[in-house]
């Protein structure tokens, strides 16, 4: 019988405590407890991912879980079915704008990279019985129109690379017909493969590529369903084993030997959570995705054991959902905003900073409105009253922690340049700013702080820079506005969101290098009034009104704004603390003050424990 190290090709070691840093599957023996151990045993679980930036269904899918590409689809009900251009990329973490496709269409296919995509086919509005076959190519920023296929057609199999690439069956004109063709990409031209499906059918799915592809589920009609799976070589197809369960609608990735199936649509319910694993040989029941849909798309080149889904039709409505698969070891945990305790005093247009489990809110207002110079410390569960600012004010600014703060700016009777300085338990006058202003944002520590825009009589784009002392003048921002939000350092610092004269929401971001400020990635969701935390590359902006109060949350990774998951209280004039991973929002107004406080933990990954290898 062959032993460990000629299967494995390694010899077990022999240790007296377990590796810290062992990789899945590891063998090993503990000389302390006499135990022959492994690291981990495999597991796979669908777990929620921020939602995308636009609802849609029968969208095409490109990239992996950390690079993925949705372009596509129809962000109406069936009926209407209006198809979009719109283009959106995932990090990982969330979604960003992407270029728009040159021609809106839906049930098209997808192909390649976030980099290196490929859009092909599918159906213009305003009907399913318009067919297309135009190409485009994505270069990670814009598409580019390129030779077309030999047959227009749409929902259909596809997958594949930029550069190899294949199509099979879906729907022709006239009509609504099946077709049983293939036809393959080279990365320049479409060439119609000498092979065809067996069964001519659409709505089913595909991973692979052009020389090693595979096809699976689909119908010939709404409810004569199929299970059919086949391979392709690049000229023949060939059917092997069955998936469990027919289905169309449904969307897959991977490749011709190692593939996952999700979602789709059955006779009934209909809307399915269904997963299924390909291993090359047979079709595996696997968990289920947490929201059952149809036409839902995914990220065809990333891996089986780490999937993407998105997108998609739930009972009367687009979808913007969005799970991650995830077969591991580790215990994987969605990021998310959950209740934290409520403030003493509801009121907005406040200053808060410090961390999660140490945050500091003071001044601000509340109806009237009524100027407050309540300060107040939140310890991680509970918000306790705390010495008053010296000057009550609203639309004021901060930074720094609970034990050494910083508030400066607003409006108290009139536009004010008062600083004091927090040490924990009281507050002292510091030095006033340069200009007095309202709306303003800030960033920074107390000993090196920073304000910039606001309003004093027309908006501002002044900077100025707070020595623990006293303030003086930086560079100026790109973009004079009021009500926007900051993040950072003072010689990294961000600004974002806020409104211009005229009351045009802002969606631009600037970042301060110690001297000026540049341009930097902008909000997917142009606001003001929203909140920020975190630093310059890797900051947390959430809420705000767009005029219409927010929920949105979104992060940046110092080039880009990408969506996370909302928060559960629509609001402005919030404030916030924290880091992009561990941060806090509280009060702000809904309509009506609120006393609300939420906490935001980001995305985690453990590692699952070792076990012991045992006979019986």
Same mark, same amino acid.
């Given at each position: 019988?062959a ?18 840093n ?10 302390t ?87 092909f086919?599918?159906s ?26 030999n ?26 017909t099946?077709?049983?063709?293939s ?5 320049t ?13 659409r ?57 996952i ?7 009934s ?33 990333a ?6 889904a ?5 009972p009367?409505?687009t979808?913007?959902?969005t ?10 945990t ?17 200053a ?5 489990t ?29 010495n ?29 340049? %008062?600083?004091? @300085? =927090?040490? #924990? ?5 510091? +030095? !006033? &700013?340069?200009? $007095? /202003?309202?709306?303003? *944002? ?25 020595d623990?002392?006293?303030?003086t ?11 926007l ?7 990294a610092?961000?600004g974002?969101?806020g ?8 969606? %631009?971001?600037? @970042? =301060?290098? #110690? ?5 930097? +990635? !902008? &909000?997917?969701? $142009? /606001?003001?009034?929203? *909140?920020?935390?975190?630093?310059q ?6 809420a ?50 609120t ?16 076990? !012991?290898?045992?006979?019986?």
């Amino acid at each position: 019988m062959a032993g460990y190290n000629e299967i494995r090709g390694l010899r077990v070691k022999y240790l007296s405590a377990d590796p810290s840093n062992a990789e899945d599957g590891q063998v090993w023996y503990n000389s302390t407890s006499g135990n022959l151990r492994v690291q981990g045993i495999g597991v796979g679980a669908w777990s929620s991912g921020s939602s995308m930036i636009s609802a849609r269904y029968r969208a095409g899918g490109a990239g992996t879980q950390t690079a993925g590409l949705a372009f596509g689809g129809s962000t109406g009900n069936p009926g209407a079915q209006p198809s979009t251009t719109a283009t959106e990329e995932y990090n990982g973490s969330g979604w960003s704008t992407g270029g728009n496709l040159n021609e809106a269409r839906r049930g098209l296919g997808g192909a390649g990279t976030q980099i290196a995509g490929l859009a092909f086919a599918g159906s213009p509005s305003p009907s399913d019985s318009n067919t297309t076959n135009l190409t485009e190519e994505y270069n990670g920023s814009s598409w580019t129109a390129v030779n077309t296929m030999n047959t227009a057609r749409q929902t259909f199999m596809g997958a594949g690379t930029q550069t190899a690439a294949f199509a099979a069956g879906g729907v022709v004109p006239p009509g609504y017909t099946n077709t049983n063709a293939s036809e393959v990409y080279d990365g320049t031209n479409w060439t119609a493969s000498p092979g065809t499906i067996g069964t001519a059918s659409r709505q089913g799915a595909a991973s692979g590529t052009s020389t090693a592809g595979l096809i699976f589920g689909g119908g010939t009609s709404p409810s004569a369903l199929i299970t059919t799976t086949q391979t392709f070589d690049g000229s023949t197809y060939t059917t092997v084993n069955s998936m469990n369960t027919a289905r169309r609608g449904l969307a897959g990735s991977g490749t011709q030997t190692a593939a996952i199936a999700f979602g789709g649509a059955t006779p009934s319910p209909g809307y399915e959570v269904l997963t299924e694993s390909w291993d090359g040989t047979s079709w595996a029941v696997s968990p289920v995705l947490a929201t059952g849909r149809q036409f839902i798309a995914g990220a065809v080149q990333a891996p089986s054991s780490a999937s993407l889904a998105f997108s998609g039709f739930v009972p009367g409505a687009t979808s913007a959902l969005t799970e991650e698969f995830n077969f591991t070891t580790n215990t994987i945990t969605a990021a998310a905003w959950a209740s934290g305790g409520n403030v003493n005093t509801a009121r907005r247009y406040l200053a808060g900073f410090g961390t999660q489990t140490a945050a500091l809110a003071a001044g601000g207002a509340n109806p009237g409105p009524s100027n407050k110079n309540e300060t107040e410390e939140y310890n991680g569960s509970t918000w306790s009253e705390q010495n008053n600012l010296a000057l009550a004010r609203r639309y004021t600014a901060g930074c720094g922690t609970q034990t050494a703060g910083l508030v400066f700016g607003g409006f108290s009777t009139a536009n004010t340049t %008062a600083t004091e @300085e =927090y040490d #924990g338990t009281s507050w002292t006058n510091g +030095g !006033n &700013l340069g200009t $007095a /202003r309202r709306g303003l *944002a800030g960033c920074g520590i107390q000993t090196a702080g920073l304000a910039f825009g606001g309003i004093v009589s027309t908006m501002s784009n002044s900077t100025e820079e707070y020595d623990g002392s006293s303030w003086t003048a930086g560079g100026n921002l790109g973009t004079a506005r009021r009500n926007l939000a900051g993040a950072g350092l003072q010689a990294a610092g961000l600004g974002f969101g806020g409104y211009i004269s005229g009351g045009a929401k802002q969606s %631009a971001t600037e @970042e =301060y290098g #110690g001297t000026s400020w540049t341009a930097g +990635g !902008n &909000l997917v969701t $142009a /606001r003001s009034a929203l *909140a920020g935390t975190g630093i310059q590359t890797a900051a947390l902006a959430f809420a705000g009104g767009t005029p219409t109060v927010q929920t949105t949350t979104e992060g940046y990774d110092g080039t880009n704004w990408s969506s996370r998951p909302s928060m559960a209280t629509a609001r402005l004039g919030l404030g916030g603390a924290g880091t992009q991973t561990l941060a806090l929002g509280f009060t702000g107004t809904t309509g009506s003050f609120t006393a609300v406080t939420e906490e935001f933990t980001g995305a985690t990954s453990v590692a699952g424990p070792a076990s !012991n290898i045992t006979t019986s």
